[in-house]
């Protein structure tokens, strides 16, 4: 999930209409197999926030990250992602910056640990609450280096890889967990 982990850094609010249009969710961790035109996504600046490498924004938009961030994915190789181009525009000036772009992470594993983890539902089984998540993945088996939890799909799992490259290069706008730590 994204989450700021400073009040000073950026958080855009509100769905781009041509989400709203096309009906758009990339945070459901499947192929959108389609052609989308630019994203304009507008923001304003209020109280000095700033950019940060990974900017939070509203539900559906997936992660809205920028070159910095791409060039980490692809030198680890990740190829289930989807890029989609945007233009952040400030309200304010005019200012249109086209370095971002939306990331569609591909594929859902399932592998909450329900029995370990300490879990509230909806009356539907859908998970509304996370006291304690404990995943449930095999030693043997890779799951590549980033994908969804197909349970919570808000929630992003990355690799040991991926995580140390973030902090190595020093990446803002992320906020990274290990399982048993987080909680919504």
């Known amino acids: 999930m994204s989450e700021r982990s400073d009040e000073k850094e950026l958080e855009i609010d509100g ?7 096309l009906d758009l969710n990339f945070d459901y961790g499947i192929n959108m197999n389609k052609s989308i035109p630019v994203i304009d996504i507008l923001y304003s600046v209020n109280g000095g926030k700033s950019k940060t490498d990974n900017i939070v924004v509203a539900p ?4 809205l990250i920028n070159k910095k961030v791409r060039d980490i994915l692809d030198s680890l190789n990740i190829n289930n992602i989807e890029y989609y181009s945007t233009r952040l525009i400030n309200k304010s000036n005019d200012e249109i910056d086209e370095d971002y772009k939306i990331a569609n992470i591909i594929g859902q594993i399932e592998c909450v640990d329900k029995k370990n983890s300490e879990l509230e539902f909806y009356a539907d089984g859908e998970i509304e609450f996370i006291d304690k998540l404990v995943l449930n993945l095999e030693k043997d088996k890779h799951y590549g280096h980033i994908f969804r939890l197909s349970e919570f799909l808000p ?10 490259k973030i902090e190595e290069e020093k990446i803002t706008g992320f906020k990274i967990y290990a399982p048993k730590d987080f909680c919504l």
């Open 60 to 63: 559906r938009i997936g992660l």
């Open 155 to 164: 929630l992003i799992v990355i690799s040991n890889s991926l995580k140390t």
């Open 15 to 21: 769905i781009p209409k041509i989400v709203e249009d």
